[in-house]
């Protein structure tokens, strides 16, 4: 009985073994099979291990960490029920008691397989918890609430919130108040700044000179201490060690290998003496030293960025020179022929333009958009008026590069055999408006404006083109998207000269204008695209008119010519402007930053008036793209001579 008793018991607990075995098979089973998928559908992204608070990673290096330390609590998990299993089997415990605690560890695991999204008002009671711990955290730190930073919804629970704001907060404010410095004014530094931001080569120099004077003013109260000869022995060797490092050091890359030594004496020895009582005016006489190099420093760097900027402006890139030079050694040895046809350049029932330019690339954006857009090129004729120095390469480019069937005549404005014997060329003139706006001075702002205006070749073209009753101004900073046909239409009811007026400047703005009578509101005009009747101009005697005006200026001294050529244009043009619709001609692409994308598309002409060429590198990223896609790039020159606008 007692053999069989326990040959029995041995039986009986052999069935639980294997009855235990065999559910601990079926559960690997079901969990081999849950893993891939799990990993397929991407819910391990969401696994946490117990205890631990998740912040959203920002960075990819960051995010990686997290799912393989998600994917190791998941696997960490598994084993702990292998682990089960084998100490079910091995110690031959009651199969209740493990297949109750395995059924648990099972339940864990699938219930963060198939995560549970959070109820609607879980959601906005999260939202809840997360503003109000925003503001709390806002207003124990002092800062600024931005409602767009409390409005935003968030699904995440209260003590996510907490750390996430604890460290997102002050980013966010500090991006407030970049965006509330950094005001876009006309030169617009801050915004090439921000969008050519390299990191700081000599952050470890500045902390050591900012290290240096804060030991040098607590030095002398030290010095005076008979018991702090130890102190005073240290502070002074780190000064002479930071003054050795200094001299020779003024980027990071030069500092020795030690310097994070000196810095940590440093620092220990300047804790030190701050627990001693100072004399404050070493401090403030240290203070003062530093606020006055400062101040000196940010005016030298002040007064050097305008002069580089100005040069930047009024100096022609080498690239477009060395362009210049290369085309004008090539028209001389190549024997270009004049193939010019005489018959077309004197015409006047085709369509004439006339471009004013010193800028091969310039010229050459102009004409081809105008050529491109044209219903019929070969009724439009271009005259392009240039000096000496760029005669023969304006010819030797329009000869590698024509334009359709349009005619091209290159015409050097030194040569022409005009009254005036010694005749300069003379670009455009843009002259920088700058008034107050607003009614009171809280809301007074500076609005500043680039006029642009005839220069003095401008009052030569009724005789350079005396066969010719209507030519189109444009000028070499234009881009045309529109057919320009329809402009030789227009009826301008007796006026000289078809332009877009500028309403945001009016003439009584202008307080040194003086001479003659004006409409002090009159609005005035800008030049870029100018319809010119040169026979009703011939009619009226303008040049004779802004020549008068010209001197009467000029007696009265105290001004630039500049300033007087504005004025006398000014006034010259009095009730002789045609208005033009505003959608032919859009300005302010040379020094606006806000104009519309729309806007743009829409206008039949773009003017880039203003110090922010296109084809200068400080030119506005945003607006090049109209002026690059009409340069013809396939000429070698451009590559030999690194032209890349």
């Excluded at 002398?220 to 018991?227: C, L, R, V």
């Excluded at 400047?505 to 204008?513: A, D, E, I, P």
């Amino acid at each position: 009985m007692k053999g069989g008793g326990v040959g029995g018991g041995g039986g009986g607990g052999g069935k639980r073994r294997w009855k235990v075995l065999v559910i601990g098979v079926l559960v690997l089973v079901i969990l081999s099979m849950l893993v891939p998928l799990a990993f397929l559908l991407g819910l391990h992204n969401s696994f946490h291990s117990p205890g631990i608070v998740t912040v959203q990673p920002s960075s990819p290096f960051e995010r990686s960490r997290t799912n393989a330390t998600n994917h190791s609590q998941v696997l960490l998990n598994f084993r702990f029920i292998y682990f089960d299993l084998i100490r079910m089997l091995v110690l031959d415990l009651p199969s209740s008691i493990l297949q109750r605690d395995l059924s648990n560890r099972v339940d864990q695991v699938l219930q963060k397989i198939n995560p549970v999204l959070p109820k609607k008002t879980d959601i906005n009671a999260g939202s809840r918890d997360m503003n109000r711990t925003s503001i709390s955290d806002s207003k124990n730190r002092g800062l600024p609430v931005s409602p767009a930073v409390v409005a935003q919804p968030s699904p995440a629970n209260k003590t996510i919130t907490e750390v996430s704001h604890k460290g997102g907060q002050g980013a966010m404010v500090n991006a407030v108040e970049t965006q509330r410095t950094c005001q876009v004014e006309y030169g617009s530094y801050c915004l090439w700044r921000e969008e050519n931001k390299e990191p700081m080569k000599d952050a470890k120099v500045k902390h050591m000179k900012d290290l240096l004077f804060v030991a040098r003013a607590y030095y002398p109260s030290i010095a005076k201490m008979p018991s702090q000869s130890k102190l005073t022995r240290d502070m002074k060797q780190n000064i002479q060690e930071f003054e050795r490092i200094l001299i020779v050091s003024s980027a990071d890359a030069d500092l020795p290998p030690q310097v994070d030594k000196n810095f940590e004496k440093m620092e220990a020895v300047i804790s030190k003496a701050k627990s001693f009582p100072v004399d404050c005016n070493n401090v403030d006489k240290k203070l003062r030293q530093i606020l006055d190099m400062t101040e000196d420093e940010a005016s030298f760097h002040m007064k050097q960025s305008v002069f580089l900027y100005q040069l930047a402006v009024h100096t022609m890139p080498k690239s477009l020179h060395c362009l210049s030079m290369r085309l004008t050694v090539e028209y001389f040895k190549s024997g270009s022929v004049d193939t010019e046809d005489s018959e077309k350049f004197s015409d006047p029932s085709l369509l004439h333009f006339v471009v004013i330019s010193d800028n091969i690339l310039a010229s050459s954006v102009v004409i081809n958009s105008t050529v491109l857009h044209a219903r019929e090129s070969k009724n439009f004729v271009f005259h392009v008026l240039t000096n000496e120095q760029n005669y023969f390469a304006m010819k030797q480019w329009f000869i590698r590069n024509p334009c359709k069937q349009a005619a091209i005549q290159v015409l050097n404005i030194e040569k022409l055999e005009l009254d005036n014997s010694d005749v300069k060329l003379s670009l455009p003139a843009e002259f920088r408006v700058s008034f107050l706006s607003g009614d009171n001075l809280a809301s007074q702002g500076k609005r500043t404006h680039y006029l642009s205006l005839f220069s003095q070749s401008h009052y030569l073209f009724p005789k350079i083109f005396h066969k010719l009753k209507k030519v189109v101004i444009l000028d070499h900073d234009v881009v045309v998207q529109r057919d320009l046909s329809p402009l030789w239409e227009l009826d301008m009811e007796g006026k000289v000269n078809g332009a877009v007026k500028e309403c945001s400047v009016r003439l009584g703005q202008l307080k040194s204008l003086k001479g003659g009578s004006f409409d002090a509101n009159a609005c005035l005009w800008m030049s870029g695209l100018n319809v010119i009747d040169l026979a009703r101009w011939r009619e009226l005697g303008v040049s004779e008119t802004y020549q008068k005006f010209y001197k009467q200026q000029m007696s009265g001294g105290g001004e630039s010519r500049e300033a007087i050529a504005l004025q006398a244009s000014l006034l010259t043009f009095q009730d002789k402007v045609y208005a033009l619709d505003d959608k032919w001609a859009l300005s302010g692409l040379g020094y606006d930053y806000y104009i519309n994308t729309q806007t743009i598309k829409n206008a039949a002409t773009l003017h880039y008036n203003g110090n922010m060429k296109p084809w200068l590198e400080l030119g506005i990223p945003q607006y090049k793209t109209y002026w690059r896609k009409h340069l013809n790039r396939g000429d070698r020159f451009l590559s030999d001579c690194n032209v890349n606008p």
